[in-house]
């Protein structure tokens, strides 16, 4: 559709809402300038939450992971969560070829673990997908995401943490930053995310509230890409049986700090 085409399809949607055709209006932000006193509440609520409260949480958490196939696996301290991935990682088997690679975020949490450390008894490499400073040379640059690329595709095994688990719908919630691409939970055949017991929110009523008060999207708002995984990849496209990895991981552990 040329210019011309789009000025004459909106020109008569606008006469069709009784508008002038020609009358162009200032729209709203998609989201208010301030937070309101409802965002506020809810802020709150989360902030206060009892020992108690985040324990349901988890318990709805583990209850509605259960049916989608979602691993949730509560350990005690970051030692914990690095001897159980490292048992993991013993106990399974790439998809295809012999060597067991892994690919992890260049996060905090993820570096607490010590995963090169662990599991080099086991021989097992793990590459941190982060590009290096060449953006001033686009050939250098490309090079480096190409390589970026060949070691995610090369791990069966992706680790990431997220920004939040919804509990309601047993969701990880992962932004997109630099040294957190999202190929890392979506290309190997098993992914792992490792949070903290407090970043479990109950829904999306609690994400909103969070990205709404969030100063790191602002200025960025919805172009910052937001991932929602529920669960490994799964699709009944072929006579209704159900697969997973079809489209992706096809198993999901979440390893859930609560201490």
């Known amino acids: 559709m040329d210019t011309s085409d789009q000025a004459v399809f909106i020109s008569r949607i606008r006469s069709a809402l009784g508008h002038s055709s020609d009358r162009r209006r200032n729209a709203p932000g998609l989201f208010a300038d301030r937070s309101t006193a409802e965002i506020g ?8 939450r009892s020992t108690a409260e985040r324990q349901q949480l988890l318990d709805r958490l583990i209850e509605m992971a259960e049916p989608i196939h979602l691993n949730v696996i509560v350990l005690k301290d970051p030692p914990s969560v690095t001897a159980a991935i490292a048992d993991l990682i013993r106990n399974t088997d790439p998809e295809w070829g ?20 662990a599991l080099a008894d086991q021989n097992v490499p793990v590459y941190i997908a982060e590009l290096s400073n060449s953006e001033t040379d686009p050939i250098l640059a490309e090079k480096e995401r190409e390589r970026l690329r060949k070691h995610i595709i090369d791990s069966y095994i992706g680790i990431t943490s997220a920004d939040f688990c919804m509990a309601e719908t047993a969701s990880l919630v992962m932004r997109t930053r630099a040294g957190q691409a999202r190929s890392v939970s979506l290309v190997p055949s098993i992914h792992i995310a490792v949070i903290q017991l407090n970043q479990i929110i109950a829904d999306l009523k609690e994400l909103y509230a969070f990205i709404k008060s969030d ?24 006579e209704a049986t159900m697969v997973h990895g079809a489209h992706g991981p096809r198993e999901v552990y979440v390893y859930v700090i609560a201490d």
Request: hydrophobic share 35%; charged share 20%.
């Open 98 to 117: 012999n060597q067991k690679r892994v690919v992890a975020w260049k996060h905090p949490l993820i570096e607490s673990l010590n995963l090169p450390e």
């Open 41 to 48: 509440n809810i802020l709150d609520r989360i902030k206060n």
């Open 215 to 238: 100063t790191e999207g602002h200025g960025v708002g919805l172009t910052n890409c937001m991932t929602f995984i529920s669960g490994p990849s799964k699709t009944a496209d072929v």
